[in-house]
């Protein structure tokens, strides 16, 4: 299996873009392997474009170091998810000590992406998203960590609903909450065809999922695709958007026929 990807970001009409993302690939014995990341510096906290940029960073040091030893040995999927979260909770107790010697407030969210073999993993701790088009049929693979979803699991909101409560803005948990932090764990099999998008809030706010899903089911690639996800964070700064914007497209391909 083989990768084309692409990404775009936006300050918006913010004054600093407190988002990051991350996007790496590399060969292996099993084929090519995949990460990528969006960060969304938590709105209201300081230093939020320090703290995203620093789970980037984290990230990047996992996937190049010690993912590669995972791979190599074969391990399942789930020790590589129980791998990476533990890099997450590293980075979420730096975040939290840094804002604590500095008598503040920083955080931001995480959703990524590892696709390797015949498997793809999903953490998130946030609000920002993870999508998979298979076939027509667009699928969220991350459940926001807000105060509207927690409404909607205990039967007091309906899903419509949510989008639109004040308290969809309200995170449950972020990096930067400290060292407990649980990211959510989604694991499953990649297939030809796929197609993955990695999103903040900011991004897919204005956007419906069948916006959404009609650009990821193009047979687009390079600059087609880069140029189809500007277009689409265009149209959100048209409908008022005022948010950063970052998104990444991940297209999984066949390799020498395999």
Same mark, same amino acid.
């Given at each position: 299996?083989?990768?084309?990807?692409?990404? +775009?970001?936006?300050?918006? #009409? =913010?004054?600093?873009?407190?988002? *990051?993302?991350?996007?790496?690939?590399?060969? &292996? $014995?099993?084929?090519?392997?995949?990460?990528?990341?969006?960060?969304?510096? +938590?709105?209201?906290?300081?230093?939020?474009?320090?703290?995203?940029?620093?789970?980037?960073? !984290?990230?990047?040091?996992?996937?190049?170091?010690?993912?590669?030893?995972?791979?190599? %040995?074969? #391990?399942?999927?789930?020790?590589? *998810?129980?791998?990476?979260?533990?890099?997450? =909770?590293?980075?979420?107790?730096?975040?939290?000590?840094?804002?604590?010697?500095?008598?503040?407030? &920083?955080?931001?969210?995480?959703?990524?992406?590892?696709?390797?073999?015949?498997?793809?993993?999903?953490?998130?701790?946030? %609000?920002?998203?993870?999508?998979?088009? =298979?076939?027509?049929?667009?699928?969220?693979?991350?459940? %926001?960590?807000?105060?509207?979803?927690? !409404? +909607?699991?205990? $039967?007091?909101?309906?899903?419509?609903?949510?989008?639109?409560?004040?308290?969809?803005?309200?995170?449950?948990?972020?990096?930067?909450?400290?060292?407990?932090?649980?990211?959510?764990?989604?694991?499953?099999?990649?297939?030809?065809?796929?197609?993955?998008?990695?999103?903040?809030?900011?991004?897919?706010?204005?956007? &419906?999922?069948? !916006?959404?899903?009609?650009?990821? #089911? #193009?047979?687009? &690639?390079?600059?087609?695709?880069?140029?189809?996800?500007?277009?689409?964070?265009?149209?959100?700064?048209?409908?008022?958007?005022?948010?950063?914007?970052?998104?990444?497209?991940?297209?999984?391909?066949?390799? %020498?026929?395999?």
């Amino acid at each position: 299996m083989d990768y084309e990807f692409q990404y +775009v970001t936006s300050i918006g #009409r =913010r004054n600093v873009n407190q988002d *990051a993302c991350y996007v790496c690939s590399a060969s &292996s $014995g099993g084929g090519t392997v995949l990460c990528a990341a969006v960060c969304d510096g +938590v709105g209201g906290f300081a230093k939020g474009e320090t703290a995203s940029a620093e789970t980037v960073r !984290e990230i990047d040091e996992w996937f190049r170091f010690e993912f590669p030893e995972l791979a190599e %040995d074969h #391990r399942s999927r789930f020790a590589v *998810a129980e791998s990476l979260t533990e890099r997450l =909770r590293a980075v979420s107790e730096r975040i939290f000590h840094f804002g604590q010697f500095y008598s503040m407030e &920083s955080g931001t969210t995480a959703a990524i992406l590892v696709l390797f073999g015949r498997d793809y993993i999903v953490l998130n701790v946030g %609000d920002s998203r993870v999508y998979r088009l =298979r076939g027509r049929a667009i699928r969220l693979l991350t459940e %926001d960590q807000t105060l509207a979803m927690l !409404e +909607v699991r205990r $039967g007091k909101l309906s899903p419509a609903a949510a989008e639109k409560s004040p308290e969809s803005n309200i995170l449950t948990q972020c990096i930067g909450s400290g060292k407990d932090v649980v990211p959510e764990i989604k694991c499953g099999h990649v297939r030809y065809g796929d197609s993955y998008l990695l999103c903040t809030d900011g991004f897919r706010r204005r956007l &419906s999922e069948t !916006e959404v899903s009609a650009v990821l #089911r #193009r047979e687009l &690639s390079g600059e087609q695709l880069r140029h189809s996800l500007e277009d689409l964070a265009e149209t959100v700064l048209a409908r008022g958007e005022a948010d950063n914007l970052t998104a990444i497209a991940v297209k999984a391909e066949r390799t %020498d026929g395999r």
